[in-house]
T-cell receptor, first 114, second 114 residues
Framework: AQKITQTQPGMFVQEKEAVTLDCTYD???????LFWYKQPSSGEMIFLIY??????QNATEGRYSLNFQKARKSANLVISASQLGDSAMYFC???????????FGQGTRLTINP | DSGVTQTPKHLITATGQRVTLRCSPR?????VYWYQQSLDQGLQFLIQ???????AKGNILERFSAQQFPDLHSELNLSSLELGDSALYFC?????????????FGSGTQLSVL
C-alpha cells in the first residue's frame, strides 16, 4: 500500500528565509511519481512540482525544488527566499505506476512572518 | 486558473437531503477524480473515471455515486446526507491516469450539512 507521511503539522518561517517541508513515502513499487501541491486559504489546490522515481536529477520549478532521496524514501520540498504569499497548506502526494489515484499526506501549514 | 470548473462553490443543505456536484474537466483531459477534504480525514480519494468508465474506487460511501458523461463532465451525487458529510469536495482532471500525470484541481464545492 502507498503511504505519505508529513510529520510537520505547522511551520513558522521569517520572510526571505529558505524553508524545507518534509515528506516521506512508503511503497514497494519501483515506479512512482511524487507531487507537491499548495493550498492557500482560498481553498484551491495548486500543483507545484513533480519528481519521477527514475529521474536522475532533483526537480526544480522556480523557487521550488525537490530534495529527492530515494534510499531514504524522502521527497522534501525546498522553497527558497520565502514570501508572504507562500503562507498556505502544502501537501505531498504519490502515485505508483498502474494506480489510478493520487495519495496525499496530511499536509503542513506554512506561515511566513514579515 | 486550473481550467477545471466546479459548481456550485458553496452548498448548504439539511440532513437527509440529496445534492449533486458538477465538474467540467480541462479541455482534453479524459480522466476525472473526486476527492473529499475534511479536517479529520484529510484528502480522501473517492472515485475516478476515465473516458466515461469508472476506473477506481476509494473510500466512497454507498450513499454517494458518480458518473462521467459523454462530454466528459462528471457529477457526484450525495444522498441521505449526514452532518459528517460536510466537507470540501474537489474534482480534478488529468490527461490520463499515468504515474507522472499531474492532477489539475477545481476550486472545490464547500458542502455544509445542517
Amino acid at each position: 500500500a502507498q503511504k505519505i507521511t508529513q510529520t510537520q503539522p505547522g511551520m513558522f518561517v521569517q520572510e526571505k528565509e529558505a524553508v524545507t517541508l518534509d515528506c516521506t513515502y512508503d511503497t514497494s513499487d519501483p515506479s512512482y511519481g511524487l507531487f507537491w501541491y499548495k493550498q492557500p486559504s482560498s481553498g484551491e489546490m495548486i500543483f507545484l512540482i513533480y519528481q519521477g522515481s527514475y529521474d536522475q536529477q532533483n526537480a526544480t520549478e522556480g523557487r521550488y525544488s525537490l530534495n529527492f532521496q530515494k534510499a531514504r524514501k524522502s521527497a522534501n520540498l525546498v522553497i527558497s527566499a520565502s514570501q508572504l504569499g507562500d503562507s498556505a497548506m502544502y501537501f505531498c502526494a504519490m502515485r505508483v505506476q498502474g494506480a489510478q489515484k493520487l495519495v496525499f499526506g496530511q499536509g503542513t501549514r506554512l506561515t511566513i512572518n514579515p | 486558473d486550473s481550467g477545471v470548473t466546479q459548481t456550485p462553490k458553496h452548498l448548504i443543505t439539511a440532513t437527509g437531503q440529496r445534492v449533486t456536484l458538477r465538474c467540467s474537466p480541462r479541455s482534453g483531459d479524459l480522466s476525472v477524480y473526486w476527492y473529499q477534504q475534511s479536517l479529520d480525514q484529510g484528502l480522501q480519494f473517492l472515485i475516478q473515471y476515465y473516458n466515461g468508465e469508472e476506473r477506481a474506487k476509494g473510500n466512497i460511501l454507498e450513499r454517494f455515486s458518480a458518473q462521467q458523461f459523454p462530454d466528459l463532465h462528471s457529477e457526484l451525487n450525495l444522498s441521505s446526507l449526514e452532518l459528517g458529510d460536510s466537507a470540501l469536495y474537489f474534482c480534478a482532471s488529468s490527461v490520463a491516469p499515468h504515474r507522472g500525470e499531474k492532477l489539475f484541481f477545481g476550486s472545490g464545492t464547500q458542502l455544509s450539512v445542517l
